[in-house]
Each structure stands twice: as C-alpha cells, then as structure tokens.
C-alpha cells in the first residue's frame, strides 16, 4: 500500500477543497492535520509519501500567537532534506520558502481575487506545469510574497508580484496561489474574511460571479497541477 499523503490545515475554512476530490482517487490515502485545531505533526516523515501545505489567514513570522508556524517550520525542513515531495499552497508556499532560507515580507500590492501568472522558461519546463499554458489564470488572497530560496527555481511570475512559484531540490514546490478552491469556498472566504480586509476595496461580487464563470476551466487546470504532482511523487517512490 502507497504511503500517506499528509495534508496541513491552519484555519477551518481553508481545506483541501478540489486536492481531496482529486486524490480520493489515487492509491494515496489523505491524511488531513488541523494545527488550528490543535493537531500534532508528525515527529518524522518515514510514513508520508508527500505533504500538501494548506493557505491561512496568518503569517510565517507570527509564531508567538501560532505557535504551531514553529513546529511546521521544522517538519519542512526535514522533509525538504529527505527529499520528501511537497506542495505548499499560499501560507503553504511561504512556510516552505522560510524552511529554506527566504525572506517572506509584505508584499508591494495585496491581491485577492482573479488574476493573470505567467511561467518562466524554467517553469514551461518543469513537470508541475506540463501541458499547461504559459499564462495561467489563478486565484489569490494574501498580503504576503516569499523571495525565492538561494538555489530554487522561480517558475511562475506577474507583473504585481514577482515571485509566484518556485521549486527547490528535487520536488518541494511552493505556489503563492490558490489552486485548490471552488466557488463554494470562495464564497465562504468572501463572507468570513470580508470583515478583516475592511480597508481593501475589492469586488467580492465580480470575485463570486467570475469563480463560477470560470469554474470548469479552473478545475481542468488545477487536475492537471494534482495530476503532475502525483506524477512527482510516485516517481520519487520508485526513485527512492
């Protein structure tokens, strides 16, 4: 039997949505931990096949209020030493790029919504990305960017926000976007967080209507995304 996926959670509303649709699937069991919670990681990686790094609302740098930013940090690292495939989506991604080394500073423009990325030559050739194009249209919601860790890619990039995905060593991903959500979650978001962004003028009606307008396609693009990851990881299982 294939080992587990472990998938990390750090607010209520914000879960594997489409990730879990897509790997019921697969040989790959799901493993979800709600640090919010107060789920407890694992104390190794010898029984996780890959881990997926869920978004929320908070940052890496506030781990006196979250204490459990503290123990992932460790967890990534030592799963990015021992080669252990990972997707780290928004909070996710600048974990990840914090376990490496990088800085992860507000951004110069907060983004929540639609929004345009494009791959770089080395993201057209990473296998993450194969068979999409070379514009990708992705949802956002963070403050947030990560500067790319000293020897990782940068894959994807906009014109807003410089650093959108990266890669270091074998197959430890982070993407600053959303790739796992649905209209419902949107939606969810929409209404929940609307009170925290009270100062941001944005469009959470034309958000909604464009999630559901863009429903079919996003999900495509997205399972090509689950599809290459787990491409990935059964590749580094039969590597390793």
Excluded at 178 to 202: K, N, S
Aim: charged share 30%.
């Amino acid at each position: 039997m294939a080992g587990e996926i472990l998938v990390i959670k750090h607010a209520e509303i914000e879960g594997p949505g489409s990730i879990e649709y897509f790997f019921r699937n697969t040989n790959w069991p799901l493993r979800t931990v709600n640090l919010a919670a107060g789920d407890i990681l694992p104390e190794g990686v010898e029984d996780v096949e890959a881990i997926i790094s869920l978004g929320g609302p908070m940052n890496v740098y506030e781990e006196a209020d979250h204490p459990f930013l503290r123990e992932e940090d460790r967890f990534l690292k030592n799963a990015v030493g021992k080669e252990i495939p990972i997707l780290g989506i928004c909070l996710g991604a600048q974990l990840l790029a914090k376990a490496c080394g990088a800085k992860v500073n507000r951004a110069r423009e907060k983004e929540i919504g639609w929004y345009k990325v494009s791959l770089t030559d080395k993201g057209e050739a990473d296998p993450l990305f194969a068979t999409l194009p070379k514009e990708l249209d992705v949802f956002q919601w963070h403050e947030d960017s990560f500067d790319i860790p000293n020897g990782a890619a940068r894959l994807t990039e906009s014109r807003s926000c410089p650093n959108q995905a990266f890669k270091v060593g074998k197959n430890a991903y982070g993407l600053q976007f959303h790739v796992e959500v649905t209209p419902e979650m949107i939606e969810e978001w929409l209404r929940e967080y609307t009170v925290e962004e009270a100062g941001l003028r944005f469009d959470a009606k034309g958000i909604l209507i464009d999630a559901y307008k863009k429903k079919e396609t996003f999900q495509r693009q997205s399972d090509i995304i689950y599809l290459n990851f787990a491409r990935i990881i059964k590749k580094e299982a039969a590597d390793g």
